[in-house]
């Protein structure tokens, strides 16, 4: 980090605060997404116990599925990260961004998408679960909601880009700050990956769901989604990697070793996040064993990263705990800030993430993948990933957002950090319950208390998911109590409180090699290795369009 | 100046690829010395000649002895049963009700190359208790392999969600 851009302070200028109301109300969509997704968990978690919330037809459990996977990992991780990233890239260049119109309009393109979506979903017109596979046809609006959201995340790549290149002229030969690079390169990886649904959009189901073409080539579809779908993945946990690698170590009194290492971590998934994609489609017809082999070997590839950080981040927080006097093998985890509810939910997010990555090796290692396809297992796997270490790090981060945005103190420490352990303790007995019953074969997308088959195998997992659910949702439900009273309060927040240190390094960006900074570079290297995964696979598959399009809902 | 990396964090790479080099190995054992297999590439097919039953084996399904001693199971999905040639009285876990599904009847010890497609959306195909685990998709042809030693009565679910009665959807394989 350089000397003028340790980290997040309040405004400077009015066009900053200008910029940063906007972000606010972009970080709020998202909590109303959070709000609404959890809501429906609470449904799916009653579920496992037996109560069928979904009987009474208000909406069906299949309705209440789309509006949870669609606003958590849609809605909150997109509108989340539009907010933070482009806050931290506004305090790594210390300058607003370039310009004020284009962060209005992402935040307005992220609310348009969020009522067009929202409507038809509601509505039950649009009862085709997050992943919406032709030929379930849905309603255009959702499609177009959709779309809306991921041009929302492009603007906001246009807007940091632009910034930087200003940057550059002012600061020649130096490299982009770290914050701001971390962001750039999340989003131009995130960019690049979602040409894939943006296809699938606009040659396909746009035109498909307003009659204008009748029928499409399901596996074409398919196979568009996941080339994005895989991707999607660091989109959601990168922006929070960011917080991982810059605020909590800092917070632990740690410093970092290598500002390089970590560049070349973030280069690493702009490399690899893409193309991996098939290894969603192993059990799919119609695609070579030896494109899934490839693709599952390159997915190998992507775990490196997650690795290299797991042991600088380790390293980072060894190093604060020891020297706040922590001693022994382990000892010295007590000495971690166990008081700071911000600190602490992201530690935890990264111990559920250490399950979480090791539960997504098993899913892709190929013929593995035959036992937990489509089972439990998946949910059990992705609520530790985005629904853990994404979605609890974003709810710690929030005791430090908010009250950055607004001022305002947070409401209470005490109850903050509760919400956190409670959380976690959760999401480990629902996951585990999760899991159990994936091996067991259960499949996911299960309405179990409406469900003609069942084994006697799953009674324990099923119990293990509702407790474990349920805890999750109390702590859900803690989280926007203590966001309301904050939000209420009417003490205000120290600048200390307003502020957002972030870690220092042994080695700063001084001792980078500028290479890493060519971005224009490493971005030409991504697209030629998505093209070389994925030209063979679509000429491999061929095309053919001959489904019309079904509304079995 | 260089790239700084500790020596320590070196090591620690060079064991992570180790470790997912041995991984890799694993994998390769299970396909080249257990034969577990995916799916791959089989053929295309237009799903609205499977609809209208004009497009063979699909036009027949149901458990076929070929003449080496091995047998086809030609199976189609649709929104929300199986096709398996075959019906059987089940008593639904849902309702409590008897209901009428799709059965295939296995001799034990066959190996079973089934066969299977969708007349319309995407569906799953999962038989519980084995590694039988496939999409089915418009438009082509999924084809998988397994050998049923023991007897026994296996549900085969529907694992990809088709509609509102997607958790309807099964039917059973009863080995016997
Ligand atoms: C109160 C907390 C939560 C509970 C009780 C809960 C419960 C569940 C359950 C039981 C399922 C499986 C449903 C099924 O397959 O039939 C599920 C699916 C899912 N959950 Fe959660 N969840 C919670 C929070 C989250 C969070 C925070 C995220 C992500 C940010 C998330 C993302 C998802 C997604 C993407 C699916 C898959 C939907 C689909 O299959 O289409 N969940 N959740
Ligand atoms: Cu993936
Ligand atoms: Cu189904």
């Known amino acids: 980090m350089s000397a003028e851009a340790i980290g997040i302070q309040p405004p400077r200028t009015g066009e900053e605060q200008t910029q940063r109301t906007w972000l606010k109300w972009h970080l709020y969509l998202g909590y109303i997404g959070l709000a609404i997704g959890g809501l429906m968990g609470i449904g799916q978690a009653l579920d496992r116990l037996g109560i069928d919330v979904y009987g009474t037809a208000v909406m069906n459990y299949f309705q209440g599925l789309t509006l949870h ?47 067009l979506a929202a409507i038809p979903m509601l509505l039950g017109n649009a009862t085709v679960l997050f992943t919406m596979y032709a030929p379930l046809q849905a309603s255009f609006f959702f499609y177009l909601g959709a779309t809306l ?34 962001g750039i390169v999340t989003y131009i990886m995130w960019s690049m990956a979602s040409v894939g649904i943006a296809i699938e959009m606009l040659a396909f189901l746009l035109p498909w769901s307003l009659g204008l073409i009748d029928t499409v080539d399901p596996l074409t579809t398919r196979t568009l989604f996941w080339m994005s779908g895989h991707p999607i993945v660091y989109f959601w946990l990168l922006p929070v990697y960011i917080s991982w690698y810059l605020v909590v170590p800092q917070r632990a009194g740690g410093r970092l070793f290598s500002d390089g290492v970590v560049r070349v971590v ?8 893409t193309p ?57 985890i007590r000495k971690l800030p166990w008081g700071d509810p911000v600190a602490t939910g992201q530690l935890l997010a990264m111990l559920g993430f250490m399950l979480g990555g090791i539960s997504g090796l098993i899913k892709a290692s190929y013929t593995l993948n035959l036992v937990v396809h489509n089972t439990a297992f998946v949910p059990g ?3 530790l990933t985005v629904g853990t270490a994404v979605t609890l790090s974003i709810m710690a981060l929030t005791y430090w957002l908010v009250p950055h945005f607004t001022g305002k103190a947070l409401w209470n420490r005490k109850a903050a950090l509760a919400q956190v352990w409670i959380y976690f303790v959760g999401v480990l007995i629902f996951s585990r319950g999760q899991i159990a019953n994936g091996i067991e074969g259960q499949p996911r997308r299960l309405h179990a208390s409406g469900a003609s088959f069942g084994s006697e195998a799953w009674a324990l997992g099923d119990l293990m998911t509702g407790v474990g659910g349920l805890l999750m949702s109390v702590a859900g439900v803690l989280f926007f109590v203590i966001l309301g009273q904050t939000l209420r309060s009417k ?63 | 100046m260089g790239l700084q990396i500790e020596k320590v964090e070196k090591r620690f790479v060079w064991a992570t690829i180790g470790a997912l080099a041995l991984g890799v190995v694993a994998i390769g054992y299970s396909v080249t010395e257990m034969g577990v297999h995916l799916p791959g590439h089989d053929h295309r097919i237009d799903p609205m000649q499977v609809v209208r039953g004009e497009a063979a084996p699909f036009d027949e399904p149901g458990l076929h002895e070929l003449e080496d001693g091995t047998y086809e199971a030609v199976i ?24 009428e599904i799709g059965v295939l009847r296995i ?40 050998t049923f030693d023991a007897p026994a009565e296996l549900q085969l679910l529907c694992t990809e969600y088709c509609g509102l009665g997607h958790n309807q959807m099964f039917a059973m394989v009863v080995v016997e």
Do not use: C
């Open chain 1, 381 to 383: 796997h992705f609520h």
């Open chain 1, 276 to 332: 991996v994609g098939l290894h969603h489609q192993f059990t799919d017809p119609g695609i070579h064993q030896g494109l899934k082999f490839a693709h599952g070997l390159m997915t190998f590839g992507v775990f490196l990263p997650s690795m290299i950080t797991a042991f600088t981040l380790m390293a980072g927080l060894e190093d604060g705990a020891r020297r706040r006097g922590g001693t022994g093998l382990v000892g010295w």
């Open chain 1, 149 to 182: 959201l991921v041009i929302g995340t492009w603007v906001t790549l246009a807007a940091m880009l632009l910034t930087r290149r200003e940057w550059k002229a002012d600061n020649p030969g130096r490299a982009t700050p770290l914050a701001a690079y971390m």
């Open chain 1, 266 to 273: 973030f280069l690493m998934f702009l490399l690899l996040s």
């Open chain 2, 107 to 146: 001799p034990r010890g066959a190996t079973v190359d089934i066969v299977a497609t969708s007349r319309d959306v995407l569906h799953g195909m999962k038989i519980l208790g084995t590694n039988v685990n496939v999409m089915l998709i418009p438009g082509h042809v999924t084809r998988v392999t397994h």
């Open chain 1, 69 to 115: 996977g669609v606003t958590l990992v849609i809605v909150f991780t997109f509108t989340f990260s539009n907010s933070w990233v482009a806050l931290a890239a506004i305090r790594a260049f210390d300058r607003p961004l370039v310009n004020t119109r284009l962060v209005i309009a992402s935040t307005l393109l992220s609310a348009a998408g969020v009522v």
């Open chain 1, 491 to 553: 003490q205000t927040a120290t600048l200390e409180e307003q502020t957002l240190e972030f870690s220092e390094f042994v080695h700063d960006d001084r001792s980078s090699p500028a290479v890493l900074d060519r971005l224009g570079l490493w971005t030409a290297a991504a697209a030629l290795l998505v093209l070389a995964a994925y030209i063979p696979a679509f000429i491999q598959q061929g095309f053919d369009p001959t489904s019309p399009g079904f509304t079995f809902f």
């Open chain 2, 76 to 99: 189609v999905a649709q929104a929300f049963s199986f096709e398996t040639g075959e019906t059987m009285t089940v008593e639904d876990a849902a309702t409590g009700a008897d209901r």
